[in-house]
């Protein structure tokens, strides 16, 4: 129970912690493709993918945390007063375990009618450069293609994330245990670069 008290002490963001990871999150979102950075103080204490999810979520948010370590959800409830939700209904999901593509492909994606439905996903992965899985993004908010390689996506990826039905689907955080983020929002189109390409 003690050390359960200590990880809701540390996940209780100050203001200006709260302030400036909710920043970095829009500004992820705002600038596909391009590094932003969460608040390193907070990552003394908090697993960086949790970040994003503590300053946005509230009371009438459902939240989905998958971890190892199932304190994680209960501490996110108590500090966020967010309603657990189940991964196919949350509309904000931490992931800090790696990922599957069957549970991207499980997010819950809104529809036309109610995109805000669509859930905004935080997702660890060990970097978000290096890794050998390069991907093209093009849309709004992109100066005309930018290739990213973040390391640790699970494979089939970019087809479990999904594309082509704006305004419905799902917004992607990938962020580092530095806090290095970057954003995939629903809006920006993903496909892998065949090695023919390069």
């Known amino acids: 129970m003690n050390q359960t008290a200590d990880l809701i002490r540390s996940a209780t963001l100050r203001p200006d912690e709260s302030q400036r990871s909710f920043r970095a999150t829009l500004d992820a979102i705002a600038r596909p493709g391009r590094v932003t950075r969460l608040p390193q103080e907070s990552l003394e204490t908090v697993p960086a993918a949790l970040l994003p999810v503590l300053a946005l979520a509230d009371l009438g948010t459902g939240v989905h945390v998958l971890a190892d370590d199932p304190r994680w959800a209960d501490v996110t409830g108590v500090v966020t007063n967010a309603a657990p939700a189940p991964l196919h209904r949350a509309r904000l999901v931490a992931a800090l375990r790696p990922v599957t593509a069957a549970e991207l492909r499980s997010l819950c994606r809104g529809s036309a009618t109610a995109p805000e439905d669509g859930a905004l996903a935080a997702l660890a992965v060990p970097d978000v450069t290096g ?42 955080l990938l962020v580092a245990p530095d806090g290095r983020l970057l954003g995939l929002p629903r809006s920006t189109h993903l496909e892998l670069v065949t090695s023919r390409e390069d």
């Open 131 to 172: 890794g050998e899985q390069p991907l093209r993004l093009t849309g709004p908010g992109l100066p005309g293609e930018v290739v990213i390689a973040p390391r640790g996506l699970p494979e089939g990826f970019a087809a479990a994330r999904g594309h082509g039905d704006f305004p419905a689907g799902i917004d992607l």
